[in-house]
Protein backbone atom coordinates (compact mmCIF):
# COMPACT_ATOMS: atom_id res chain seq x y z
CA UNK A 1 0.00 0.00 0.00
CA UNK A 2 1.44 3.27 -0.76
CA UNK A 3 0.72 5.98 1.68
CA UNK A 4 -1.47 8.21 -0.50
CA UNK A 5 -3.26 11.00 1.24
CA UNK A 6 -6.89 9.00 0.60
CA UNK A 7 -5.43 6.25 3.05
CA UNK A 8 -7.40 6.67 6.27
CA UNK A 9 -6.74 5.59 9.53
CA UNK A 10 -8.93 2.88 9.47
CA UNK A 11 -8.33 0.85 6.50
CA UNK A 12 -4.65 0.92 8.02
CA UNK A 13 -5.67 -0.10 11.40
CA UNK A 14 -7.29 -3.14 9.93
CA UNK A 15 -4.91 -3.80 7.20
CA UNK A 16 -2.15 -4.13 10.96
CA UNK A 17 -4.64 -6.16 12.00
CA UNK A 18 -4.30 -8.52 9.23
CA UNK A 19 -0.57 -9.17 9.21
CA UNK A 20 1.11 -11.85 11.14
CA UNK A 21 1.24 -11.65 14.53
CA UNK A 22 4.58 -12.48 16.64
CA UNK A 23 3.63 -15.94 18.99
CA UNK A 24 4.92 -15.24 21.90
CA UNK A 25 4.85 -18.13 24.30
CA UNK A 26 3.69 -17.22 27.92
CA UNK A 27 3.86 -19.86 30.16
CA UNK A 28 0.37 -18.87 30.51
CA UNK A 29 -3.21 -19.91 30.46
CA UNK A 30 -2.11 -16.68 28.54
CA UNK A 31 -5.40 -16.89 26.92
CA UNK A 32 -7.48 -15.19 30.07
CA UNK A 33 -7.26 -11.31 29.23
CA UNK A 34 -5.89 -9.08 32.42
CA UNK A 35 -8.87 -7.57 31.69
CA UNK A 36 -10.77 -10.98 32.49
CA UNK A 37 -9.22 -11.34 35.53
CA UNK A 38 -10.14 -8.50 36.96
CA UNK A 39 -7.47 -6.00 39.36
CA UNK A 40 -6.80 -4.89 42.58
CA UNK A 41 -6.10 -8.38 43.92
CA UNK A 42 -5.31 -8.79 47.58
CA UNK A 43 -1.22 -9.36 47.76
CA UNK A 44 -2.00 -12.75 48.91
CA UNK A 45 -4.04 -13.86 46.49
CA UNK A 46 -1.32 -16.46 45.01
CA UNK A 47 -2.92 -17.72 42.08
CA UNK A 48 -3.67 -14.02 40.49
CA UNK A 49 -0.25 -13.15 41.14
CA UNK A 50 1.17 -16.23 39.33
CA UNK A 51 -1.11 -15.45 36.69
CA UNK A 52 0.14 -12.18 36.44
CA UNK A 53 3.74 -13.63 36.77
CA UNK A 54 3.54 -15.53 33.69
CA UNK A 55 2.31 -12.93 31.76
CA UNK A 56 6.27 -12.77 31.68
CA UNK A 57 8.49 -14.86 29.14
CA UNK A 58 10.92 -15.75 31.61
CA UNK A 59 12.49 -19.45 31.72
CA UNK A 60 10.44 -21.29 34.52
CA UNK A 61 13.57 -23.06 36.07
CA UNK A 62 14.51 -18.87 36.54
CA UNK A 63 13.70 -17.12 39.84
CA UNK A 64 14.22 -13.23 38.21
CA UNK A 65 14.96 -11.24 41.16
CA UNK A 66 16.83 -8.36 39.77
CA UNK A 67 14.26 -5.75 38.10
CA UNK A 68 16.16 -2.93 40.10
CA UNK A 69 18.97 -3.67 36.75
CA UNK A 70 16.50 -4.70 34.58
CA UNK A 71 12.69 -5.70 34.72
CA UNK A 72 11.62 -8.16 31.76
CA UNK A 73 8.79 -7.08 30.14
CA UNK A 74 5.56 -8.57 30.04
CA UNK A 75 4.57 -10.31 26.27
CA UNK A 76 1.77 -7.23 25.73
CA UNK A 77 4.75 -4.87 26.05
CA UNK A 78 7.05 -7.48 23.89
CA UNK A 79 4.18 -7.14 21.17
CA UNK A 80 3.47 -3.77 21.22
CA UNK A 81 7.31 -3.35 20.43
CA UNK A 82 7.03 -5.75 17.61
CA UNK A 83 3.60 -4.40 16.37
CA UNK A 84 5.49 -1.13 15.82
CA UNK A 85 8.69 -1.93 14.29
CA UNK A 86 6.00 -4.07 12.00
CA UNK A 87 3.99 -1.21 11.08
CA UNK A 88 6.67 0.98 10.88
CA UNK A 89 8.98 -1.43 8.06
CA UNK A 90 5.37 -2.11 6.38
CA UNK A 91 4.49 1.08 5.51
CA UNK A 92 6.20 3.91 7.17
CA UNK A 93 4.41 7.11 5.91
CA UNK A 94 0.76 5.24 6.57
CA UNK A 95 2.05 4.47 10.46
CA UNK A 96 4.07 8.08 10.97
CA UNK A 97 1.11 9.36 10.11
CA UNK A 98 -1.81 7.51 12.04
CA UNK A 99 0.12 5.97 14.92
CA UNK A 100 3.26 7.58 15.71
CA UNK A 101 2.46 11.03 15.40
CA UNK A 102 2.93 13.67 17.63
CA UNK A 103 -0.28 13.56 18.93
CA UNK A 104 0.45 10.15 19.72
CA UNK A 105 3.51 11.39 21.55
CA UNK A 106 1.84 13.98 23.30
CA UNK A 107 -0.63 11.22 24.75
CA UNK A 108 2.02 9.43 26.06
CA UNK A 109 3.62 11.70 28.10
CA UNK A 110 0.41 12.83 29.52
CA UNK A 111 -0.35 9.23 30.35
CA UNK A 112 3.00 8.98 31.88
CA UNK A 113 2.93 12.46 33.37
CA UNK A 114 -0.37 11.27 35.39
CA UNK A 115 1.09 8.21 36.72
CA UNK A 116 3.97 9.92 37.89
CA UNK A 117 2.24 12.77 39.70
CA UNK A 118 3.38 16.09 37.37
CA UNK A 119 1.69 18.21 34.31
CA UNK A 120 2.26 16.82 30.71
CA UNK A 121 4.25 19.94 29.96
CA UNK A 122 6.76 19.02 32.88
CA UNK A 123 7.84 15.40 31.21
CA UNK A 124 10.45 14.09 28.59
CA UNK A 125 10.36 10.76 27.99
CA UNK A 126 14.29 9.74 27.84
CA UNK A 127 15.88 6.61 27.35
CA UNK A 128 17.24 6.06 30.90
CA UNK A 129 17.90 7.75 34.28
CA UNK A 130 21.07 8.33 33.70
CA UNK A 131 20.09 11.12 30.52
CA UNK A 132 17.77 12.30 32.96
CA UNK A 133 20.51 13.02 35.76
CA UNK A 134 22.86 14.17 33.14
CA UNK A 135 20.62 17.15 31.80
CA UNK A 136 19.56 17.69 35.38
CA UNK A 137 23.04 18.13 36.58
CA UNK A 138 24.99 19.52 33.23
CA UNK A 139 21.86 21.69 32.12
CA UNK A 140 21.63 23.97 35.03
CA UNK A 141 24.07 26.99 34.70
CA UNK A 142 26.89 27.08 37.88
CA UNK A 143 29.72 28.82 37.93
CA UNK A 144 33.40 27.43 39.32
CA UNK A 145 33.30 27.13 43.82
CA UNK A 146 29.08 26.68 43.30
CA UNK A 147 28.59 23.01 45.52
CA UNK A 148 26.37 20.21 44.90
CA UNK A 149 25.49 17.63 47.47
CA UNK A 150 25.06 13.78 46.81
CA UNK A 151 25.77 10.74 48.51
CA UNK A 152 27.85 7.76 48.47
CA UNK A 153 25.24 4.95 48.27
CA UNK A 154 24.15 7.25 45.03
CA UNK A 155 24.58 5.40 41.22
CA UNK A 156 27.11 6.59 39.23
CA UNK A 157 24.64 7.98 37.01
CA UNK A 158 24.41 10.25 39.91
CA UNK A 159 27.53 11.48 41.05
CA UNK A 160 29.85 11.16 37.54
CA UNK A 161 28.04 13.62 35.82
CA UNK A 162 28.65 15.99 39.19
CA UNK A 163 32.39 14.65 39.02
CA UNK A 164 32.20 15.53 35.38
CA UNK A 165 31.08 18.86 35.94
CA UNK A 166 33.69 19.41 38.50
CA UNK A 167 36.90 18.24 36.54
CA UNK A 168 35.43 20.78 33.37
CA UNK A 169 33.54 23.58 35.85
CA UNK A 170 35.55 23.72 39.05
CA UNK A 171 31.80 22.80 40.70
CA UNK A 172 32.56 21.03 44.12
CA UNK A 173 31.69 17.88 44.57
CA UNK A 174 29.63 17.70 48.62
CA UNK A 175 29.68 14.07 49.56
CA UNK A 176 27.31 13.02 52.28
CA UNK A 177 28.23 9.98 53.92
CA UNK A 178 25.24 7.40 54.20
CA UNK A 179 27.48 4.28 55.17
CA UNK A 180 27.71 4.96 58.53
CA UNK A 181 26.74 2.48 61.14
CA UNK A 182 23.97 5.02 62.27
CA UNK A 183 22.10 4.77 58.88
CA UNK A 184 22.42 0.89 59.01
CA UNK A 185 19.86 -0.61 59.11
CA UNK A 186 17.70 2.71 57.58
CA UNK A 187 15.05 3.68 59.91
CA UNK A 188 15.58 7.08 61.12
CA UNK A 189 14.46 9.35 58.15
CA UNK A 190 15.82 12.39 60.83
CA UNK A 191 19.26 11.14 60.69
CA UNK A 192 19.56 11.24 56.67
CA UNK A 193 17.62 14.88 56.73
CA UNK A 194 20.32 16.09 59.39
CA UNK A 195 23.11 14.43 57.05
CA UNK A 196 22.07 16.24 54.17
CA UNK A 197 21.42 19.38 56.12
CA UNK A 198 24.87 19.58 57.65
CA UNK A 199 26.52 19.59 54.29
CA UNK A 200 25.22 22.82 53.21
CA UNK A 201 26.94 25.91 53.06
CA UNK A 202 26.13 28.83 51.27
CA UNK A 203 27.77 27.96 48.22
CA UNK A 204 25.10 25.30 48.06
CA UNK A 205 22.93 25.09 44.47
CA UNK A 206 21.95 21.95 44.02
CA UNK A 207 21.77 18.36 46.11
CA UNK A 208 21.27 15.38 43.83
CA UNK A 209 20.10 12.15 45.91
CA UNK A 210 18.06 8.60 45.44
CA UNK A 211 14.46 8.45 46.10
CA UNK A 212 15.40 4.85 46.56
CA UNK A 213 19.22 3.65 47.33
CA UNK A 214 19.85 0.76 44.99
CA UNK A 215 22.90 -0.16 47.37
CA UNK A 216 20.75 -0.86 50.54
CA UNK A 217 17.19 -0.50 49.32
CA UNK A 218 16.75 2.58 51.43
CA UNK A 219 13.74 5.19 50.59
CA UNK A 220 14.41 8.15 51.55
CA UNK A 221 12.84 10.91 53.23
CA UNK A 222 12.50 12.66 49.82
CA UNK A 223 9.50 15.07 50.56
CA UNK A 224 11.32 16.34 53.97
CA UNK A 225 14.74 16.66 52.01
CA UNK A 226 13.19 18.82 49.34
CA UNK A 227 11.25 21.27 51.60
CA UNK A 228 14.59 21.85 53.61
CA UNK A 229 16.64 22.25 50.35
CA UNK A 230 13.54 24.64 49.12
CA UNK A 231 13.33 26.74 52.14
CA UNK A 232 16.87 27.02 51.44
CA UNK A 233 16.76 28.21 47.78
CA UNK A 234 18.31 25.01 46.86
CA UNK A 235 17.50 23.11 43.88
CA UNK A 236 16.98 18.88 44.35
CA UNK A 237 17.35 16.54 41.95
CA UNK A 238 16.25 12.94 42.49
CA UNK A 239 17.41 9.64 41.06
CA UNK A 240 14.08 7.85 40.49
CA UNK A 241 15.20 4.97 38.86
CA UNK A 242 13.75 2.26 41.20
CA UNK A 243 10.06 3.85 41.95
CA UNK A 244 8.48 4.00 38.84
CA UNK A 245 6.00 0.56 38.68
CA UNK A 246 6.78 -0.34 41.79
CA UNK A 247 5.46 2.24 44.49
CA UNK A 248 2.59 4.97 44.10
CA UNK A 249 4.72 8.07 42.79
CA UNK A 250 3.05 11.75 43.28
CA UNK A 251 6.38 13.75 41.86
CA UNK A 252 4.51 17.27 42.71
CA UNK A 253 3.77 16.17 45.97
CA UNK A 254 7.03 14.71 46.53
CA UNK A 255 7.99 18.72 45.89
CA UNK A 256 11.52 17.89 44.21
CA UNK A 257 12.74 20.23 41.18
CA UNK A 258 14.15 17.46 38.52
CA UNK A 259 13.51 13.78 38.69
CA UNK A 260 14.51 11.14 36.36
CA UNK A 261 12.71 7.86 36.37
CA UNK A 262 13.51 4.32 34.53
CA UNK A 263 10.69 2.67 32.41
CA UNK A 264 12.65 -0.43 31.68
CA UNK A 265 12.99 -1.44 35.21
CA UNK A 266 9.94 -1.70 37.47
CA UNK A 267 7.43 -0.39 34.61
CA UNK A 268 8.67 -3.18 32.56
CA UNK A 269 8.56 -1.22 29.00
CA UNK A 270 11.37 -1.97 26.82
CA UNK A 271 15.40 -1.18 27.20
CA UNK A 272 15.97 2.36 27.32
CA UNK A 273 13.39 3.76 28.43
CA UNK A 274 12.90 6.84 31.10
CA UNK A 275 11.74 9.68 31.39
CA UNK A 276 12.71 13.06 32.94
CA UNK A 277 10.24 16.11 35.06
CA UNK A 278 11.40 18.96 35.06
CA UNK A 279 9.29 21.56 37.56
CA UNK A 280 7.28 24.21 35.14
CA UNK A 281 9.34 27.00 36.96
CA UNK A 282 12.39 25.99 35.75
CA UNK A 283 12.29 25.16 32.26
CA UNK A 284 14.19 27.46 30.81
CA UNK A 285 16.80 27.46 33.70
CA UNK A 286 17.95 23.71 32.50
CA UNK A 287 19.47 23.51 29.12
CA UNK A 288 19.10 20.17 26.89
CA UNK A 289 22.64 18.54 26.43
CA UNK A 290 22.16 16.74 23.10
CA UNK A 291 19.69 18.55 21.13
CA UNK A 292 18.95 19.83 18.06
CA UNK A 293 15.95 22.02 17.83
CA UNK A 294 15.48 25.84 18.05
CA UNK A 295 17.65 27.63 20.24
CA UNK A 296 15.71 30.93 21.97
CA UNK A 297 12.86 30.34 19.72
CA UNK A 298 14.56 30.25 16.33
CA UNK A 299 15.36 27.73 13.92
CA UNK A 300 18.46 27.12 12.25
CA UNK A 301 17.35 29.75 9.79
CA UNK A 302 16.52 32.26 12.31
CA UNK A 303 12.45 32.10 11.43
CA UNK A 304 11.04 33.03 15.13
CA UNK A 305 8.55 30.39 16.24
CA UNK A 306 5.07 31.13 16.02
CA UNK A 307 3.24 30.46 19.47
CA UNK A 308 2.31 26.88 19.42
CA UNK A 309 4.82 25.26 16.99
CA UNK A 310 7.41 23.10 17.40
CA UNK A 311 10.29 25.70 17.59
CA UNK A 312 8.17 27.23 20.46
CA UNK A 313 9.14 24.56 22.90
CA UNK A 314 11.25 26.46 25.58
CA UNK A 315 8.85 25.97 27.77
CA UNK A 316 8.15 22.33 27.99
CA UNK A 317 10.06 19.36 28.91
CA UNK A 318 9.45 17.79 25.44
CA UNK A 319 12.83 19.99 24.24
CA UNK A 320 14.69 17.39 25.76
CA UNK A 321 13.40 14.83 23.15
CA UNK A 322 14.55 16.71 20.49
CA UNK A 323 17.99 15.14 19.31
CA UNK A 324 17.42 13.35 16.27
CA UNK A 325 15.57 10.19 15.41
CA UNK A 326 13.85 8.46 18.49
CA UNK A 327 12.31 4.54 18.14
CA UNK A 328 9.02 3.88 17.97
CA UNK A 329 9.20 0.62 19.07
CA UNK A 330 10.49 1.90 22.72
CA UNK A 331 7.65 4.30 22.69
CA UNK A 332 5.02 1.61 21.75
CA UNK A 333 6.58 -0.22 24.79
CA UNK A 334 5.96 2.74 27.01
CA UNK A 335 2.65 2.49 26.25
CA UNK A 336 1.87 -1.13 26.81
CA UNK A 337 3.68 -1.35 30.51
CA UNK A 338 1.38 1.72 31.56
CA UNK A 339 -1.27 -0.02 30.02
CA UNK A 340 -0.28 -3.50 31.66
CA UNK A 341 0.21 -1.39 35.31
CA UNK A 342 -2.92 0.34 34.85
CA UNK A 343 -4.87 -2.44 34.29
CA UNK A 344 -3.25 -4.62 37.28
CA UNK A 345 -3.62 -1.07 39.39
CA UNK A 346 -0.06 0.25 41.05
CA UNK A 347 -1.93 0.16 44.44
CA UNK A 348 -2.25 -3.65 43.87
CA UNK A 349 1.08 -3.69 42.67
CA UNK A 350 2.62 -1.91 45.36
CA UNK A 351 0.82 -4.18 48.14
CA UNK A 352 2.00 -6.83 46.18
CA UNK A 353 5.96 -5.99 46.14
CA UNK A 354 5.75 -5.14 49.60
CA UNK A 355 4.10 -8.46 50.92
CA UNK A 356 6.94 -10.22 48.98
CA UNK A 357 9.64 -7.82 50.62
CA UNK A 358 7.94 -8.50 54.05
CA UNK A 359 8.23 -12.00 54.01
CA UNK A 360 11.90 -11.86 52.31
CA UNK A 361 12.85 -9.85 55.37
CA UNK A 362 11.20 -11.69 58.16
CA UNK A 363 12.80 -15.62 56.16
CA UNK A 364 16.29 -13.74 56.08
CA UNK A 365 16.31 -12.03 59.09
CA UNK A 366 15.48 -15.26 60.83
CA UNK A 367 18.93 -17.06 59.20
CA UNK A 368 21.81 -17.18 62.19
CA UNK A 369 24.85 -14.79 60.50
CA UNK A 370 22.49 -13.40 57.85
CA UNK A 371 22.14 -9.22 58.32
CA UNK A 372 20.17 -7.12 57.14
CA UNK A 373 20.33 -3.75 55.31
CA UNK A 374 16.64 -2.84 55.11
CA UNK A 375 14.32 -1.43 57.43
CA UNK A 376 10.79 -3.04 58.30
CA UNK A 377 9.49 0.77 58.38
CA UNK A 378 7.00 0.82 55.08
CA UNK A 379 8.16 5.06 54.71
CA UNK A 380 11.82 3.66 54.39
CA UNK A 381 11.79 0.65 52.77
CA UNK A 382 10.42 -0.87 49.45
CA UNK A 383 10.71 -3.95 47.26
CA UNK A 384 14.68 -3.97 47.07
CA UNK A 385 15.64 -6.07 50.01
CA UNK A 386 19.58 -6.01 50.71
CA UNK A 387 21.40 -8.67 53.10
CA UNK A 388 24.89 -9.61 53.87
CA UNK A 389 25.41 -13.27 54.50
CA UNK A 390 28.56 -12.92 57.42
CA UNK A 391 31.82 -11.71 55.72
CA UNK A 392 30.87 -14.02 52.53
CA UNK A 393 31.76 -12.75 49.31
CA UNK A 394 28.60 -11.45 48.12
CA UNK A 395 29.45 -12.72 44.63
CA UNK A 396 30.05 -16.32 45.89
CA UNK A 397 26.04 -15.67 47.59
CA UNK A 398 24.84 -14.61 43.84
CA UNK A 399 27.01 -18.04 41.92
CA UNK A 400 25.69 -20.31 45.08
CA UNK A 401 22.46 -18.89 44.58
CA UNK A 402 22.25 -19.09 40.57
CA UNK A 403 23.97 -22.05 40.12
CA UNK A 404 21.79 -24.33 41.92
CA UNK A 405 18.57 -23.19 42.58
CA UNK A 406 18.23 -20.76 39.23
CA UNK A 407 17.69 -17.81 41.64
CA UNK A 408 19.14 -14.15 40.24
CA UNK A 409 19.93 -11.64 42.08
CA UNK A 410 22.73 -9.50 42.43
CA UNK A 411 25.57 -8.29 44.35
CA UNK A 412 26.48 -4.40 45.39
CA UNK A 413 30.21 -4.63 46.24
CA UNK A 414 31.89 -1.20 46.72
CA UNK A 415 35.20 -1.64 48.14
CA UNK A 416 35.73 2.32 48.86
CA UNK A 417 32.61 2.73 51.47
CA UNK A 418 32.69 -0.62 52.85
CA UNK A 419 29.85 -1.82 51.15
CA UNK A 420 29.21 -5.37 50.16
CA UNK A 421 25.55 -6.86 49.69
CA UNK A 422 23.27 -9.03 47.92
CA UNK A 423 20.26 -7.88 46.73
CA UNK A 424 17.21 -9.42 45.57
CA UNK A 425 14.20 -7.32 43.71
CA UNK A 426 11.12 -8.71 44.46
CA UNK A 427 8.51 -7.83 41.38
CA UNK A 428 5.24 -9.41 40.31
CA UNK A 429 6.99 -11.89 38.39
CA UNK A 430 8.48 -13.38 41.19
CA UNK A 431 6.37 -16.02 42.61
CA UNK A 432 5.37 -17.11 46.19
CA UNK A 433 7.80 -20.36 46.32
CA UNK A 434 10.35 -17.98 44.61
CA UNK A 435 10.50 -16.02 47.48
CA UNK A 436 10.62 -19.40 50.11
CA UNK A 437 13.59 -20.86 47.65
CA UNK A 438 15.28 -17.51 48.16
CA UNK A 439 15.21 -18.04 51.71
CA UNK A 440 16.10 -21.80 52.01
CA UNK A 441 18.96 -21.27 49.17
CA UNK A 442 20.34 -18.32 51.39
CA UNK A 443 20.23 -20.12 54.85
CA UNK A 444 21.79 -23.03 52.82
CA UNK A 445 24.98 -21.36 51.90
CA UNK A 446 25.22 -19.30 55.13
CA UNK A 447 25.53 -23.02 57.07
CA UNK A 448 28.06 -23.91 54.47
CA UNK A 449 29.90 -21.17 54.92
CA UNK A 450 30.02 -21.10 59.04
CA UNK A 451 28.44 -17.55 59.12
C1 LIG B 1 19.69 4.25 41.77
C2 LIG B 1 20.03 4.06 40.32
N1 LIG B 1 20.18 5.13 39.55
C3 LIG B 1 20.46 5.04 38.24
C4 LIG B 1 20.61 3.81 37.63
C5 LIG B 1 20.89 3.75 36.18
O1 LIG B 1 19.68 3.56 35.53
P1 LIG B 1 19.51 3.65 33.98
O2 LIG B 1 20.06 2.39 33.41
O3 LIG B 1 18.04 3.78 33.79
O4 LIG B 1 20.25 4.83 33.49
C6 LIG B 1 20.45 2.66 38.39
C7 LIG B 1 20.61 1.34 37.75
O5 LIG B 1 20.70 0.31 38.25
C8 LIG B 1 20.14 2.78 39.76
O6 LIG B 1 19.98 1.70 40.54
Known sequence: MAG??????????????????????????????????????????????????????????????????????????????FEAIKGYDRDRLSYVRYVANSEAKENLRARLAEFVGCNANELAITTNTTEGMSIGTSGLDLKAGDEIIYTNH???????????????????????????????????????????????????????????????????????????????????????AHPPGMMNLDIHDLGCDIYAGA????????????????????????????????????SMYRQAA?????LDRSRMAAKYELHGSGNYATEASLSAALDFHETLTIDAIEARVRHMAARARDG??????????????????????????????????????????????????HPEIDWAANRASLHIMVHDEDVENLIGAVAEVAKEKGV
Open 4 to 81: SASTSRRAFMSQMAGTASLALATKASAAVSVAEIGAGHAPDDQSYWRWVSEQFLIDPNIAYMNTGTRGPSPASVIQAQ
Open 306 to 310: SPGSS
Open 263 to 298: GHKWLCAAMQTGFLFVRESLLDRVWPLNYSGPVQGM
Open 154 to 240: DHSSGGQPINLRAARHGIVPVVVDLSSDKFHPPNRPDTILAAFEGAITPRTKLISFCHVNYTDGCVLPVKEICAMARAKGILTLVDG
Open 364 to 413: LREIPGVQLCVSDDPAMSCGLVSFKVGDVDPIEVNDALWDRHGIYIRDVT
